[in-house]
């Protein structure tokens, strides 16, 4: 055990804006923890001798080991045992859902609460818990101190003399380039977009995820040789067999994510003032449209509708606050047990305003024609969302209680603004350019478990291109599996 084991059972907070201050602006939330407090936290870690944490986490950081070296000031040497599993600890310690992966297998979080000698009991006689240790916000503190005190030159790798491409720099991407280039290989991203970074470019807000320290960790990457080419639809400006018969790429790794989003189907989604989740963050996030200077249109409305409850759905709610919405409302089919979202980004949207509309699903967006410009009258502007109220019946097929409608309770809220976080789904343009490559009935990429290759040989996957939208961590699991099985095949060749 933990020579100097604290056994406060509490988590040290982390400090951030006020939430009245910070639902005006896109700088971070939350502001990080001091070296002191860091210290202070690390030391509540049992340093146990069968550490589940590490199980829990997708990229298998040595997490005891790194704990420790920060429990002891060693922050740096902390860094590099968290750089040799995750390529992207600064993003993984703000945007990981910690509390259900590496924190939800912490023993310190399952143990009882010690008060006067005896075990702490609640008002209904159940055992009181203490937290796990802050895994994710240790992880933040040890990537932000190497990114501002850390040596800056990167190591030198002896080339192997093989070369492979990655199509999209999302998580999954970078994190096989970062694996790939360390042991040998020449690295070539292609990205679609204007600047690399994917999702995390696009999807994450400023105020929850940085820019500057996202493309500060590509930047780490481009230190270590990875080439990264922008404006790269690969699909349309070169197809896949391309750079395999061509440009002999030995192998190929696809991570393109899911950007294609779902919509209800209700009437009045062609109205003006319906987006996407995606259209709506993109906008603020890649364009900057929340910026006087910007653009890139957006509106700015009054009262808006955000339907859906994941940490998607949260970002456009928060996000919509701060471009001076007066009034936000999350309307989410099931109860608050329910909502998929991280909860810390469900407390941070309460505490900045917004409104859970829970046990509700919109029926129909309500539009304006009158309002509408004479050479396209068949559009119209949002004036309203309709709503039933729902219960919940027995578990649907993915284990949760099926919201069923209750009869009569139909309601209207006034809204000027819907934007649907429903999920998305991956971009036909890989499959429908690439014979030999073959995708499940959701349009997903079929892989082989083992190794993630596809049905196409030299071809391999990973992240939400197969999963469908899912989490960072989860799409750099994917990446480190595949950057292995690609290493292994092309050695046997």
């Known amino acids: 055990m933990n020579p100097n084991y604290n056994k406060r059972p509490t988590k040290n907070p982390m400090p951030s804006q006020d939430p009245k201050v910070r639902a005006h602006n896109f700088e971070e939330v939350t502001l990080g923890y001091t070296p002191e407090m860091a210290i202070d936290e690390a030391k509540r870690c049992m340093d146990c001798n069968n550490p589940q944490c590490v199980a829990g986490c997708p990229v298998s950081i040595r997490i005891p080991a790194f704990i420790n070296e920060v429990a002891q000031g060693n922050f740096e040497a902390a860094y590099q045992i968290i750089s040799k599993s995750s390529a992207l600890p600064a993003v993984c310690g703000r945007v990981c859902p910690q509390e259900t992966q590496c924190e939800g297998r912490c023993m310190r979080g399952k143990m009882p609460v010690i008060e006067n000698g005896k075990p702490k009991k609640d008002e209904n006689g159940n055992l009181c818990h203490g937290e796990p240790v802050a895994i994710g916000r240790l992880e933040r503190f040890v990537a932000d101190y190497h990114r501002l ?189 329910e909502l998929p979202a991280r909860r810390e980004e469900v407390e941070h949207a309460k505490e900045e305003g917004v409104d859970f509309q829970l046990l509700n699903n919109p029926t129909e967006i309500l539009v304006d024609r009158e309002g509408s410009p004479k050479t396209n009258p068949d559009f119209g502007f949002v ?74 040989a030299g071809v391999f996957a990973g992240g939400d291109a197969v999963t469908g939208a899912a989490t960072v961590i989860l799409a750099m699991g994917a990446g480190k599996k595949a950057a292995k099985a690609i290493d292994e095949y092309i050695r046997s060749r």
């Not at 970074?197 to 696009?202: D, H, N, S």
């Not at 409608?405 to 971009?427: K, Q, R």
Request: glycine share 12%.
């Open 149 to 337: 005190h850390g040596p800056k030159n990167a190591p030198k790798i002896e080339k192997n003399g093989h070369k492979v491409a990655v199509v999209g720099s999302g998580p999954s991407g970078l994190t096989v380039a970062g694996d790939l280039a360390r042991l040998g290989y020449d690295v070539y991203i292609f990205e679609a977009l204007h600047v690399a970074g994917g999702v995390l470019m696009y999807g994450i807000p400023e105020f929850r995820l940085p820019k500057a320290i996202v493309q500060s960790e590509i930047e780490g990457l481009k230190e270590l040789g990875v080439h990264i080419d922008t404006n790269m639809v690969i699909g349309k400006v070169l197809s896949i067999d391309e750079l395999m018969n061509e440009y002999h790429f030995e192998a190929v790794f696809v991570g393109t994510g899911a950007g294609l989003p779902k919509f209800m189907g209700i009437p009045g989604e062609d109205a003006d003032g319906v987006y996407s989740a995606n259209e709506f963050l993109t906008r603020m996030n890649l364009m900057k449209a929340y910026l006087p200077d910007s653009e890139t249109p957006i509106m700015h409305p009054k009262r808006v509708a955000v339907i859906g409850g994941g940490n998607v759905a949260m970002d456009a709610c928060r996000s919509a606050l701060r471009l001076g919405a007066e009034h936000v409302t999350c309307v989410y089919r099931r109860s608050f047990a």
């Open 383 to 456: 004036k309203g969302l309709k709503i039933e109220r729902m219960q919940l019946g027995e578990p649907d097929k993915s284990g949760r209680r099926r919201p069923i409608p209750i009869p009569g309770s139909e309601w209207t809220l006034d809204v000027d603004c819907v934007i649907e976080a429903l999920g998305t789904s991956p971009n036909p343009l890989i499959k429908d350019t690439t014979p030999g490559i073959e995708v499940n009935p959701h349009g997903c990429l079929i892989v082989h478990e083992e190794n993630n290759e596809t049905t196409k």
